[in-house]
Nanobody
Framework: QVRMIESGGGSVQAGGSLRLSCAAS????????VGWFRQAPGKEREYVAA????????TDTNPVKDRFPVSRVNVKNTVYLAMHSLKPEDTAVYYC????????????????????WGQGTQVTVSS
């Protein structure tokens, strides 16, 4: 069974840091863009950041601009989301997923383009 495995979540105080990891079980990330999304209670899932298959391009959304760099180590089949200067509004379940297309030139921020979603990892930021 193919699935993503997110880890690294936890509870921190505002201003703290966490590093999330995303590993693939039953598949490889090689050749695929990988995105991070989050869902807070009572809200829809939203795009956070993503990295291109060759790691030459990344994107992030305005609420996390320059605070959540994303990286990948293809030989380890793992993608990371480093979370800095955390805020209470960052509290959510964080998910990673792989874009359905191989070697895309652009990064898609639409969750519908991604698949093999994992169970997510909870991030809680207290004020």
């Amino acid at each position: 069974q193919v699935r993503m495995i997110e880890s690294g979540g936890g509870s921190v105080q505002a201003g703290g840091s966490l590093r999330l990891s995303c590993a693939a079980s039953g598949r490889t990330f090689n050749g695929y863009n990988v995105g991070w999304f989050r869902q807070a209670p009572g809200k829809e899932r939203e795009y956070v950041a993503a990295i291109r298959w060759d790691a030459l391009s990344t994107t992030d959304t305005n609420p996390v601009k320059d605070r959540f760099p994303v990286s990948r180590v293809n030989v380890k089949n793992t993608v990371y989301l480093a979370m800095h200067s955390l805020k209470p509004e960052d509290t959510a379940v964080y998910y990673c997923a792989a874009d359905g297309s191989m070697y895309p030139s652009d990064i898609n921020i639409n969750a519908n383009a991604y698949g093999d979603w994992g169970q997510g990892t909870q991030v809680t930021v207290s004020s």
